[in-house]
């Protein structure tokens, strides 16, 4: 069987959208408003498709995507997204092929990263990517949370009010820049997300529920805080059983954040709260009367990064102390390899090749996971998957890198 991979042409789109559903297993529908905004959103050149006798059967795509790092600042990096192989093409290493050029590109570019959220976990290790960061969700009993309606509302003397979808997207991008500035891990949300992620464009193959949007204020009138939710109705012997599903939760300061959960804790007949994925240390428990009244639900990997260009990554960075470390980086691929000298401290850093002996060796994929610092070195040591090259080094990693919150990407692309 004879493959054609190549970046698709603007008449290929319907056939793409139609590959993608197929491999997502969603219904195989092509819809005017789908084509019109894979149209207006995609970058050509790296949009791929690989064809057989002319039938799109499998999808990769990929776009600019700014991710925020240790410190705050803005990384651009290369988002790898809609990736389907369809099952009649599966294991002959098509998906292979497409990242292979993929990232290729990426390091033409100049990226110096590139990232994804992993539909499971054995696929893109290979490829030299590695969990940078985890979520967790939870399950609030609400009778058990500890909140008494009556003084439920923000403590702080600001207001909750719901919003409409078109309220959301005017206001929502400025707090969104503003949270991810303060959040290592999150990502920028490319063309279209607020209008998708509002419904207010949709998509016929992929229906989605209407959604509540709350917005915090605080005392000054400063959006601070951002919701949405939809509640799933069950009465059961005439007595509520309803749960509020939060689909999306960001803020700028810790008064949004508990105003925004004691509102969603405090609502008539809901009397669980599904949170959705935060950061594995978010606050959420104890901002409630019984931290176990929040039970985990899901603790998982969720962004998964691959180090295209170490020295511009790890000096992008800040680091609590000052000290130096030589990384030996392995990576197949001979994208990122070589070793490299990390001269770091609080206010700055710089990393270059060096000819110095190393300090750690680890594969390109394990930098990905110390990176952002959710993970310490000596933790993957005792995994074996970092290695120890001079007694020490490992706690100058772990003091290095070490940050006093875990990362956290609330968004799925
Ligand atoms: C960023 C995102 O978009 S995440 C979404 C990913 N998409 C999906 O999960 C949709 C359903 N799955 C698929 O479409 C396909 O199975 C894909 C895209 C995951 C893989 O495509 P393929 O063309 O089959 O992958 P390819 O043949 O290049 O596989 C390369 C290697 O990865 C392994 N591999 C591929 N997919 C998987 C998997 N899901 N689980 C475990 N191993 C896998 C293969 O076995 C192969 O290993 P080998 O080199 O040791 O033989």
Redesign the pocket.
Known sequence: MSLEIRTVHDDDIPGWILALST??LRPPVVSAEEIAHRRADYEPTRTQGAFDRGRCV?TFRSFTQELTVVGGARLVSDA??????SPT?????????MMERDLRAAKERGDAVSS?????Y??YG?FGYGPATWTTSWRIDVRRAGIDPRHAGPESGGRIDFASPEEVCALGPALHDRFRALTPGAVSRPGQWWERATGLVRFPNQPSPERQHVVYRSPSGEVEGLADYVIKDRWEAKQPQNTAQVHRLITTTPAAERALWRFLCSIDWVLHVDTGRRAPDDLLPHHLGDPRAAAVQEHADYLWLRPLDVPRLLAARTYPVSDSLVLEVEDRAGLAGGRFLLDAGPDGATCAPTTRSADLTLDVGELATLYLGDTPASRLAALGRVHEERPGALRTADTLLHTARRPWCPDIF
Request: a positive charge.
């Open positions: 491999g997502l499998a790898v997204s809609n990736v389907t192989v093409h599966r294991r002959r290493g098509v998906l292979s092929r994804l959220i992993a539909a499971e054995p696929i290979r």
